[in-house]
């Protein structure tokens, strides 16, 4: 399986920062990169997919590089309601897998 | 806009069958692929497996052998049986819709619409 590691695995960061949470890959997977937020108690939501596509919908606060092994997520200026737990996904191969997870505390 | 909505039993004893269903209101199960995902503590998020409507299915190879994963088409719904849970399947269990878009690099799949979560506990 291709495992994937966030990090950091959490930080805390102040209204307005810009914010950067890294993907690492354990083989090259191209584009197929996925990145998700989740708020508690609730279902992960789609945020960027290939990499650096924009999901409908989403804020253009939220922006994804990388290509290969190593993945960027950047939230240009940090919310209050980015308070969350983002995680990437590969699609590369079968069994998809994600990252462990990144705590965004505001 | 599809909204996927689950439901099944939440509390099951050790070597019983956990089974959930989802259905697509407001779409289809046309196009897509559509899978289940569990979140767990201890493993975090973990791809269970997935369906095609026209039947073709593929399991994550650790859990392979305890899954099935079927569909109805005619009712736009599709299910989740895994048998023989212990303690290590104590979950919150996600179905989802898998989309994909095409590029230079090849078509690239994502998970863009979700099913609400089902809290699954094993306990004697």
Redesign the interface.
């Known amino acids: 399986d291709i495992q994937l590691t966030q990090s950091p695995s959490s930080l805390s960061a102040f209204v307005g920062d810009r914010v950067t949470v890294a993907c690492r890959a354990s083989q090259n997977i191209?584009?197929?990169l996925?990145w998700?937020r989740q708020e508690p108690g609730?279902?992960?939501?789609?945020l960027i997919?290939?990499a650096s596509?924009l999901?409908s919908g989403v804020s253009s606060n939220f922006s994804g590089s990388g290509l290969g092994t190593d993945f960027t997520l950047t939230i240009t200026s940090l919310q209050p309601e980015d308070s969350a737990i983002y995680?990437c996904?590969q699609?590369y191969t079968?069994?998809?897998?994600?990252?462990?997870?990144t705590k965004v505390e505001i | 806009q599809v909204q996927l909505y689950q439901w099944g039993a939440g509390l099951l004893k050790p070597s019983e069958t956990l089974s959930l269903t989802c259905s697509a209101h407001g779409g289809t199960l046309f196009g897509y692929y559509w899978s289940w995902i569990r979140q767990s503590p201890g493993k975090?998020?973990?791809?269970i497996g997935e369906i095609h409507r026209s039947g073709v299915t593929?399991y994550?190879?650790?859990l392979k052998s305890r899954v099935t994963i079927s569909i109805d088409t005619s009712k736009d719904q599709f299910s989740l049986k895994l048998t023989s849970v212990t303690a290590a399947d104590t979950a919150i269990y996600?179905c989802a819709r898998k989309a994909d878009?095409s590029?230079i690099?090849?078509v690239?799949?994502?998970?863009?619409n979700?099913?609400?979560?089902t809290p699954v506990s094993v306990s004697s």
């Open positions: 191209g584009l197929f996925n998700y609730k279902a992960p939501k789609l997919y290939a596509t999901q995680y996904q699609s079968s069994p998809q897998t994600f990252g462990q997870g | 975090g998020l973990e791809w593929d994550n190879p650790s996600y878009i590029m690099r090849g690239i799949p994502y998970f863009d979700w099913g609400q979560g």
